[in-house]
């Protein structure tokens, strides 16, 4: 009887063990990178001693785009269809916001931050699709001050030029360095019907100096130009401008420890990037991309043009990247230094790691199983959540256990 249970024990621990390793391994069908490109591969990252589950707080949001912690409780989430919620640990409670909203194709609320001295100034940045007449809208950044569940102080401190009537490509998230400095990233409007009928892709909007689509722009965060930007001294290029060649990048962060940018960028069929952004370069789109158009059709010249950039990594297939973060918290310690993205096309999670010069393997997580990924952010207490983009979406904590 005592060699029978014991037996029946070894058999549960055994059991118990391959569930434990599922439950860490199943989020990942891991990858790697192999000439810029994506292919499968094994993960030797494994989280030690506990479980990383999902839990979702937060159900019913409208299309969440955004996100802002307060502090670990309190959030504020933008959805695209114009309200700005909190959610104070319990409940959502929506901020009384007044904006001209263009609340169609791609646009609506975007992105939402706290000002780097919010505890000093109180201020909020968000950006949005202004609707400017019936037919044209554009990408602005506002700033305001919150009065219990009233925003107050409002102040539009950028909005993109030419208006353009096509209601895509917008962009548009926020991020700032450690001197202070605020980065915008700004799509290219889909200004064109297809990027292959382009006679000269030179002179696409994300090409011009001249135009504000298709860039990334540094700024001082009371909106004004640093007098350190690429082109602050030049009089036939925007002063804002701190990279150009975009196509349509909904995913920035700056990496403290390195002191780097880096973004994500839309491609359109395949040609998603990720890149690493300096200052005063051109990283090609439309000229050079390894994507094809929707049409089928070739985009540009190639993939490689001299005075170019080319991406640290790209996805072909297109996964429809749209967030980007990089993890220095102290919750996951074995994620420390990697890079999360999520994806919209393939309702994934993608660990990357890097080693500051070379990319690694790349793990998808959670493939499917919770919806459109939108945004991942990170907590003051160093927890990661995400944003689920549906008409019933939610937010997500990566929360964890001991075992």
Same mark, same amino acid.
Not at 78 to 86: D, I, K
Not at 93 to 102: F, M, R, V
Not at 305 to 324: C, F, N, R, T, V
């Given at each position: 009887?005592?060699?029978?249970?014991?037996?029946?024990?070894?058999?549960?621990?055994?059991?118990?063990?391959?569930?434990?390793?599922?439950?860490?391994?199943?989020?990942?069908?891991?990858?790697?990178?192999?000439?810029?490109?994506?292919?499968?591969?094994?993960?030797?990252?494994?989280?030690?001693?506990?479980?990383?589950?999902?839990?979702?707080?937060?159900?019913?949001?409208?299309?969440?785009?955004?996100?802002?912690?307060?502090?670990?409780?309190?959030?504020?989430?933008?959805?695209?269809?114009?309200?700005?919620?909190?959610?104070?640990?319990?409940?959502?409670?929506?901020?009384?916001?007044?904006?001209?909203?263009?609340?169609?194709?791609?646009?609506?609320?975007?992105?939402?931050?706290?000002?780097?001295?919010?505890?000093?100034?109180?201020?909020?940045?968000?950006?949005?699709?202004?609707?400017?007449?019936?037919?044209?809208?554009?990408?602005?950044?506002?700033?305001?001050?919150?009065?219990?569940?009233?925003?107050?102080?409002?102040?539009?401190?950028?909005?993109?030029?030419?208006?353009?009537?096509?209601?895509?490509?917008?962009?548009?998230?926020?991020?700032?360095?450690?001197?202070?400095?605020?980065?915008?990233?700004?799509?290219?409007?889909?200004?064109?019907?297809?990027?292959?009928?382009?006679?000269?892709?030179?002179?696409?909007?994300?090409?011009?100096?001249?135009?504000?689509?298709?860039?990334?722009?540094?700024?001082?965060?009371?909106?004004?130009?640093?007098?350190?930007?690429?082109?602050?001294?030049?009089?036939?290029?925007?002063?804002?401008?701190?990279?150009?060649?975009?196509?349509?990048?909904?995913?920035?962060?700056?990496?403290?420890?390195?002191?780097?940018?880096?973004?994500?960028?839309?491609?359109?069929?395949?040609?998603?990037?990720?890149?690493?952004?300096?200052? /005063? +370069? !051109?990283? *090609?789109?439309?000229?050079?991309? =390894?994507?094809? @158009? %929707?049409?089928?059709?070739?985009?540009?010249?190639?993939?490689?043009?001299?005075?170019?950039?080319?991406?640290?990594?790209?996805?072909?297939?297109?996964?429809?990247?749209?967030?980007?973060?990089?993890?220095?918290?102290?919750?996951?310690?074995?994620?420390?230094?990697?890079?999360?993205?999520?994806?919209?096309?393939?309702?994934?999670?993608?660990?990357?790691?890097?080693? /500051? +010069? !070379?990319? *690694?393997?790349?793990?998808?997580? =959670?493939?499917? @199983? %919770?919806?459109?990924?939108?945004?991942?952010?990170?907590?003051?207490?160093?927890?990661?959540?995400?944003?689920?983009?549906?008409?019933?979406?939610?937010?997500?904590?990566?929360?964890?256990?001991?075992?």
């Amino acid at each position: 009887m005592a060699i029978s249970s014991l037996f029946r024990y070894s058999l549960l621990i055994m059991a118990l063990v391959d569930v434990l390793a599922l439950g860490v391994n199943s989020c990942a069908s891991p990858e790697e990178s192999v000439s810029g490109k994506t292919t499968n591969t094994s993960d030797n990252k494994t989280v030690v001693n506990r479980l990383i589950t999902p839990k979702v707080i937060v159900s019913g949001l409208n299309h969440p785009w955004g996100m802002a912690f307060i502090d670990e409780k309190t959030i504020l989430i933008t959805e695209r269809n114009g309200s700005v919620q909190l959610y104070n640990g319990e409940q959502l409670q929506p901020i009384s916001i007044q904006l001209d909203i263009k609340a169609t194709g791609q646009g609506g609320l975007l992105d939402i931050k706290l000002s780097p001295n919010y505890s000093q100034d109180g201020y909020i940045l968000m950006t949005y699709s202004k609707l400017i007449n019936a037919s044209l809208s554009t990408t602005a950044l506002i700033r305001f001050k919150l009065d219990g569940q009233t925003a107050t102080s409002k102040e539009e401190l950028f909005e993109a030029t030419p208006y353009l009537t096509k209601p895509y490509h917008y962009g548009s998230r926020i991020a700032f360095d450690q001197s202070g400095y605020m980065y915008i990233t700004l799509g290219d409007r889909y200004n064109y019907t297809t990027a292959s009928a382009i006679d000269d892709p030179t002179q696409a909007d994300a090409q011009r100096l001249n135009s504000y689509w298709g860039k990334v722009l540094k700024l001082n965060l009371d909106g004004s130009v640093p007098s350190n930007n690429p082109y602050a001294q030049q009089s036939e290029a925007l002063s804002e401008i701190y990279s150009y060649g975009h196509r349509n990048p909904q995913g920035i962060a700056y990496d403290v420890l390195k002191e780097q940018l880096y973004i994500v960028d839309h491609g359109p069929q395949g040609g998603d990037e990720i890149n690493k952004i300096l200052s /005063g +370069k !051109n990283y *090609g789109w439309p000229v050079i991309t =390894y994507g094809i @158009d %929707y049409n089928n059709a070739s985009v540009g010249i190639g993939a490689v043009k001299s005075g170019m950039e080319q991406p640290l990594h790209y996805w072909d297939p297109s996964i429809a990247p749209s967030s980007l973060l990089i993890y220095h918290g102290t919750i996951y310690p074995e994620w420390k230094g990697d890079w999360f993205v999520t994806a919209l096309k393939d309702k994934t999670l993608y660990r990357i790691s890097w080693d /500051g +010069k !070379n990319i *690694g393997s790349i793990n998808r997580m =959670y493939e499917g @199983d %919770y919806g459109r990924l939108r945004n991942i952010s990170l907590s003051p207490e160093g927890y990661l959540y995400l944003l689920v983009d549906d008409e019933k979406g939610s937010l997500i904590k990566l929360d964890t256990n001991s075992i």
